[in-house]
C-alpha cells in the first residue's frame, strides 16, 4: 500500500508558475513510475505527465510539453510538478498517482493503469 499526499496548491495568475509536490509513503519509493493528472470542473481526468521508478524516462501531454517539468527525489520520496506559464484553462484538481513498475519501464500515461491516487490539490489560474 502507497499513500499519496499533494500539497503546492494555490490561486495564481495567468503567466505565473507553481510547484506541486507529492509525497508518497509505506513502500520502496523506486518501485513506483509517478504521473500527474488534472481534472477540470465538468471534465474528465486527464494525463498532464509521469516519470519512471528510475527517473530516467518522462512523459508529458501535448499541452505541458516544454511549459511543465516533472521530477523525483527518491531520498524524500517525492515527485514534482514545476508548472509555468499557467493558462486559466488549467485550473483543476492536480492528482499524483504511483504505478508498480520496474525502474526502467515506461511510465504509463492511462489513469486505470495507476494503483494508487492521492487527494488532490487545487490549482487556480485567474485571467
Known amino acids: 500500500q502507497v499513500q499519496l499526499v499533494e500539497s503546492g496548491g494555490g490561486l495564481v495568475q495567468a503567466g505565473d508558475s507553481l510547484r506541486l509536490s507529492c509525497a508518497a509513503s509505506g513502500r520502496t519509493f523506486s518501485d513506483y513510475a509517478m504521473g500527474w493528472f488534472r481534472q477540470a470542473p465538468g471534465k474528465e481526468r486527464e494525463f498532464v505527465a509521469a516519470?519512471?521508478?528510475?527517473?530516467?524516462?518522462?512523459k508529458y501531454a501535448d499541452s505541458a510539453k516544454g511549459r511543465f517539468t516533472i521530477s523525483r527525489e527518491d531520498a524524500k520520496n517525492t515527485v514534482y510538478l514545476q508548472m509555468n506559464s499557467l493558462k486559466p484553462e488549467e485550473t483543476a484538481v492536480y492528482y499524483c498517482?504511483?504505478?508498480?513498475?520496474?525502474?526502467?519501464?515506461?511510465?504509463?500515461?492511462?489513469?486505470?493503469?495507476?494503483?494508487?491516487w492521492g487527494q488532490g490539490t487545487q490549482v487556480t489560474v485567474s485571467s
Open positions: 498517482a504511483a504505478a508498480t513498475r520496474s525502474p526502467w519501464q515506461q511510465p504509463p500515461r492511462y489513469q486505470f493503469d495507476y494503483e494508487y
Open positions: 516519470i519512471s521508478g528510475g527517473g530516467g524516462i518522462t
